[in-house]
């Protein structure tokens, strides 16, 4: 509240208050130190409003006949909803730690309700002309007396303090996190280049100058609330305040145009480019085969927070922890990066489960690979047709499954115990889905691969194709665009139980389930492993990290620059996490997993799905009806 000078204060050299006359009030309205301001915000705008201009119009054309179609319906809504719910209250964030979620939030809807208070103090404070942009950015240099305001002025003041306070506590935090990460739920943090130091020493510098600039005002003028006036008039009471209020602005203003001009080339274009990349994936706009405008968006929308660090257990388990994807896209938005940053990755989208933003990071890196592939690109060419019996449900084994003949063994008994009708596709030798060759970049012999499976599928009449192997389940469900549903065979499994065609006994025995990560992250396929299991014996597993969040075996035929006593070093640790002391077996879904946890230790018998259901298989029902004949119900496939 304005009430003139505090006691022994003078107004600060070559105040108009010292002048014999006052000058007119609009000559007040501007001042040469909302220049680095001012340049800054009128560059940091120009920029966005080129770049979003050119990364639309750049889109395909049935990328824009897509957003224009949906662009004026409940999608936008929706994506205006999502951009406040994670670009300002940071939603996802939270999930994973509160007071990291908080340190994020208060930043970003702290800085936004100044914005948005500031614009509508200085619109309400009445002096009838249109306001700079810079005007409301420094309302309280320009205004000392807000009694215009009327009632409005406490609640105005109070809450500018109190936003004030909220961006001043998570940059404490920020800073904070920098010298003690795991208070904040991470064990490690990005390492920045030089343009991000910059940006961010910018960042975490604006609002404490902003709070001295406006403490020194309050100390001045007792224009502030219960924040800057208390610094004002009692913290930094002693100061010369008259000497630093001009500085204290000046500084203030820099620091607000050196962080615009550098947010472009820096991990803060993820703001603006987030809000555009929620848009346009609420409008359906996807990641391709291939590098496109839609990547650049993506990457520009990282804001290389580093969360996806901790989550990779290259890192956790390697102690490998400068190729994750805060790294990778990175080097990838600036220029090419190294055959390391591209191929040391286990491809298990573990960090595509962290990521606040949600980044297509697998696709990409993916991608990338397909550009430079790092063996020499095969052909397969001279696989040749086979025949099979016709039947209404294709098995298909795939390569980690021939690696792990038990897994096929036990399958195939399930399916004669339920009189299924069904014909074994890969059944002479392994034939492969094609996913390890699109995984490192060999897209053209995959294409190959996908053809000949193709013709395969469609020669046996299948109505259902099912497979034990997650990675090619997923190969079949995305690459393939067949006809039929895909199903992992404890989809089938289960829907064989309802039907009272596959009975087990309760054996009482407790197991721990691993989620397989092309079945848990890539077809989101959670719940039927567990219902199954439940069947036969009792599920105990000793970690958070399960579901979507699950741990990597470390078998994964992504990554081919590590040696085996690495991957059972990451096999090993994921064992410490989930396994309990009760359990008596590891029980997982892919044969892959299976293969690497029965190599990495003796601890624990490691066995499939299908294997311990076998274990505890009641009996064979009679033969159903031809009526009941069909594999597995249509409605259930989906």
Not at 246 to 268: C, D, E, K, Q
Not at 294 to 314: M, P, W, Y
Not at 406 to 434: P, Q
Request: net charge positive; hydrophobic share 40%.
């Amino acid at each position: 509240m304005y009430t003139g000078l505090p006691t022994k204060r003078k107004y600060p050299k070559h105040h108009y208050a010292n002048s014999k006359s006052k000058p007119n009030i609009q000559a007040m309205r501007y001042h040469p130190f909302t220049l680095p301001f001012s340049i800054g915000l009128g560059f940091i705008v120009l920029y966005i409003i080129v770049m979003w201009t050119i990364w639309i119009v750049r889109l395909s054309r049935r990328e824009q006949k897509i957003v224009w179609k949906r662009l004026f319906s409940f999608r936008t809504i929706s994506a205006i909803w999502e951009s406040i719910r994670e670009g300002l209250l940071h939603r996802n964030i939270f999930k994973r730690n509160i007071l990291l979620g908080y340190m994020h939030m208060s930043l970003a809807f702290g800085w936004f309700m100044l914005i948005v208070l500031g614009n509508l103090e200085a619109r309400l404070y009445p002096h009838g002309v249109i306001n700079p942009p810079y005007y409301p950015i420094f309302f309280e240099f320009f205004r000392h007396d807000l009694t215009p305001l009327h009632e409005y002025e406490e609640i105005f003041t109070f809450l500018m303090d109190f936003f004030l306070l909220m961006v001043i506590s998570g940059v404490s935090l920020a800073f904070f996190k920098r010298i003690r990460s795991r208070t904040l739920g991470m064990k490690r943090t990005t390492r920045h280049i030089l343009i991000d130091r910059i940006a961010i020493t910018a960042l975490w510098f604006i609002f404490p100058l902003r709070l001295f600039a406006e403490s020194v005002t309050a100390g001045l003028y007792n224009t502030g609330h219960f924040f800057t006036n208390f610094i004002g008039q009692w913290v930094i009471y002693n100061l010369p305040l008259d000497y630093l209020y001009y500085p204290a602005w000046w500084a203030y203003s820099i620091a607000l145009g050196v962080f615009f001009i550098t947010m472009p080339f820096s991990r803060y274009m993820h703001i603006p480019a987030e809000i555009l990349l929620i848009f346009l994936r609420k409008y359906g706009v996807k990641e391709k085969e291939s590098h496109s405008t839609f990547t650049k968006i993506e990457l520009s929308a990282c804001s290389r927070c580093g969360i996806c660090i901790d989550a990779c257990q290259l890192s956790t388990s390697l102690n490998i922890s400068d190729t994750q994807p805060a790294y990778f896209i990175r080097d990838l938005r600036y220029s090419q990066p190294s055959e390391r940053l591209r191929e040391t990755c286990m491809m298990c989208m573990r960090c595509l489960e962290s990521c606040p933003v949600g980044i297509e990071i697998t696709r990409i890196r993916e991608n990338e690979r397909k550009e430079y592939p790092l063996f020499p690109s095969s052909s397969y060419s001279y696989i040749n047709g086979y025949k099979y019996p016709k039947a209404k449900l294709a098995y298909f084994a795939g390569c980690m499954g021939h690696l792990t003949p038990s897994v096929i063994k036990s399958t195939l008994a399930l399916f004669d115990a339920a009189s299924v009708d069904y014909t074994f596709l890969d059944k002479t030798g392994s034939i492969c889905c094609g996913r390890p060759l699109q995984m490192n970049g060999q897209v053209e012999a995959a294409k190959q691969l996908i053809d000949k499976n193709n013709h395969l599928i469609g020669e046996s009449g299948a109505e259902v194709l099912v497979t034990s192997c997650p990675i090619c389940a997923r190969e079949f469900a995305t690459s393939y665009h067949l006809s039929i549903p895909v199903l992992h065979h404890s989809q089938l499994l289960l829907e064989l139980t309802k039907q009272n065609r596959l009975k087990f006994n309760q054996s009482g025995l407790k197991v721990t389930y691993h989620d397989p990560c092309e079945l848990s992250r890539g077809l989101n396929i959670t719940r039927e492993p567990r219902e199954l299991l439940q069947n036969a014996v009792i599920l105990s597993n000793g970690s958070k990290d399960v579901e979507s969040k699950s741990l990597c075996c470390g078998g994964s035929l992504g990554i081919t620059n590590i040696s085996m006593a690495d991957r059972n070093k990451i096999a090993n640790n994921t064992l410490e996490e989930i396994v309990t002391e009760s359990s008596s077996y590891l029980v997982t879904a892919c044969p892959m997993c299976r293969k690497t946890f029965t190599n990495a230790q003796e601890k624990i018998k490691v066995l499939d799905i299908a294997e311990i259901l076998e274990k505890n298989l009641n009996f064979a029902p009679e033969k159903v009806s031809e009526k009941n004949q069909s594999p597995i119900k249509q409605q259930a496939v989906i």
